[in-house]
């Protein structure tokens, strides 16, 4: 394979007087740079703190994601509020055609030897993330299972405003808007 065939240059003026590597080129080091922050070795520690989710499903397979941020380096609140990815760590990203409780039970296990034991979890309480985490607690009920704020707030919405006409109808509304 030719090196210069991955380094051919876009016909666009970007101010650089260099040429710009293909997209091709740009893709393979995101793809190498994404590995290599999930597979290298990660502080040990009693303070990391899990954000788990599964990806949109497409296809047969969904990912579940683990990031992760050390309790001990959180920012004051302020500015650093929200967090933002470049303050947590990739600790996982696995893809699966099915997930059960089982499943992700056996996800949150693997990734202790990354980090040690979380302080928390937290996750949307989808049924196989609650079962999973709910497992994982029998062994470790040292770690906290935290409901994402937002997703509680919904649910709580939800619950309140769902006998409502008006809201009924907006929310019918709503989910035939098309994103732009």
């Not at 990912?63 to 933002?84: N, T, W, Y």
């Not at 990739?90 to 693997?110: C, F, H, T």
């Not at 040292?142 to 709580?156: E, F, G, M, N, R």
Request: charged letters at 25%.
């Amino acid at each position: 394979c030719n090196a210069l065939a991955w380094m051919r240059a876009m016909d666009v003026d970007w101010g650089f007087d260099f040429p710009v590597p293909h997209f091709t080129t740009v893709r393979l080091w995101l793809l190498r740079l994404g590995h290599y922050n999930l597979s290298r070795p990660k502080e040990q520690g009693d303070d990391w703190v899990w954000i788990i989710d599964h990806s949109n499903q497409i296809g047969q397979e969904k990912c579940l994601m683990i990031l992760g941020v050390r309790a001990s380096q959180l920012p004051p609140p302020g500015e650093d509020f929200p967090l933002s990815l470049t303050q947590m760590e990739a600790i996982e990203l696995e893809p699966v055609i099915e997930s059960d409780k089982q499943v992700v039970y056996r996800q949150l296990k693997a990734n202790v030897v990354k980090t040690g034991v979380p302080r928390a979890i937290i996750s949307d309480h989808g049924g196989d993330l609650a079962g999973g985490i709910a497992l994982f607690r029998k062994e470790h009920p040292q770690s906290l299972d935290i409901y994402d704020i937002t997703h509680k707030a919904a649910c709580l919405l939800k619950a309140l405003l769902e006998r409502d006409e008006q809201w009924s109808g907006f929310a019918a509304q709503a989910g035939q808007t098309k994103w732009v």
